[in-house]
């Protein structure tokens, strides 16, 4: 079993909550933990879709922020 939020091993010998992130999970339904340590492939298009747009995003704003600095006096 392995947490669906960071993707560390669980152990139910503990308490239900991710060793690492405390995220909890309930060992007897399946949809709260990952039986595998990756991410579901639509999870991962999504990330990787967070993580372009928020670096296009911080591109932007530092050609801006430069632009800015540029055209002033
Ligand atoms: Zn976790």
Redesign the pocket.
């Known amino acids: 079993m392995y ?1 669906k ?2 993707y ?1 091993p669980l152990t139910v010998a503990e308490a239900p909550r ?1 060793p ?2 405390q ?1 909890l999970f309930d060992p007897t339904k399946p949809k709260t933990f990952l039986q595998r340590p990756f991410p579901s492939a639509g999870k991962i298009v999504i990330q990787i879709f967070g993580t372009t747009i928020v670096g296009i995003a911080a591109a932007y704003l530092v050609a801006l922020h430069q632009a800015v600095r540029h055209s002033g006096h």
């Open positions: 947490c939020r960071c560390a991710c690492n992130c995220r």
